[in-house]
């Protein structure tokens, strides 16, 4: 099976800002979970993958094809969900049903945007600035899987939701992706949510990616443990990963494989790893 999305040596410099060199290549039919602090990168990536931006250096592949030869036809396999709607707030559910209808043409799909609004219940004659988050979160949802695109795009467009949407939209997520032709890159502050739903976590900090590892693979590699100063200066310097020192000793997130039996290590989650790498002490 192809790659869904491939970026070899993509840069960006924005002000002060630079993005890259990134290499990354994301498999079809996965759900990628790109994490890291705010100002990292993320929404960058993802403006460069759509073409909202001119890469300084590198290639960007979609589906094997360069980003700035998509056709208007391969442009439609593409959707995305930023953290707002960008439509005129005084439109209602029905000029914005009508107007995508007629931009997306024969990609439209009648019949699975009815389904989705049966799911959502959005008021078709209310103007959406009066919609609440959830509701906006909600029309972005259907307007993205109304052409049936082979990519998503998220971008932080879960943050600010109550856990009831939330949950929600990691359903709607799971359910596209059983389409092994569809994959999802989701940028989220949330990582409980990603952990729910990830097959791979990509980590950007600084511009750099440090890592994409599976979640599975991510979570087994690392574990915390609780120790006295004595103790950590027995261990293994490759095998501590990041450490914050309290009045009571180390609390230090390290690589199982190099640490002795003998110390306990408690499970680290997504969150935990990337607290430690970016905040933590090496």
Known sequence: MQNAIELKGLKKKLSS??????????????????????????STTI???????KPD????????TPINRFSTKEKKDIAYVFDDLYFPGD????????????????????????????RFQLPLDV????????????LGMLLALSHNAKLLLLDEATSGLDPVIRDDVLD?????????????????????????AADYIAFIHKGKLLFMETK?????????????????????????????????????????????????????NVEDIMVFMIKGER
């Open 216 to 268: 599975d693979d991510l979570v087994s590699q690392y574990g915390i443990a609780s120790l006295t100063k004595e103790q950590l200066e027995e261990i293994d310097p490759k095998a501590i990963v990041g450490k914050r020192t309290h009045q009571f000793g180390v609390e230090a997130l390290l690589k199982r494989d190099l640490v002795p039996s003998s110390i306990e290590l408690e499970k680290a």
């Open 47 to 53: 403006k460069l993958l759509l073409n909202l931006m």
């Open 172 to 196: 709607l997520l799971l359910d596209y992706i059983q389409d092994e032709t569809h994959t999802v890159l989701v940028s989220s502050h949330i990582l409980s949510d990603l952990e729910k």
């Open 91 to 118: 439109m209602n559910l029905k000029n914005v049903l009508s107007f995508c209808r007629k931009f997306y043409k024969d990609a439209w799909q009648d019949q699975t945007v009815s389904e989705l609004n049966a």
């Open 17 to 42: 800002f630079e993005l890259g060199p990134i290499d990354l290549t994301i498999p079809q039919g996965a759900i990628v979970g790109y994490i890291g602090e705010n100002g990292a990168g993320k």
């Open 127 to 138: 103007a959406i600035k009066h919609f609440s988050r959830g509701m906006k979160m909600q």
């Open 57 to 64: 250096e590198g290639e960007i592949k979609i589906f094997g």
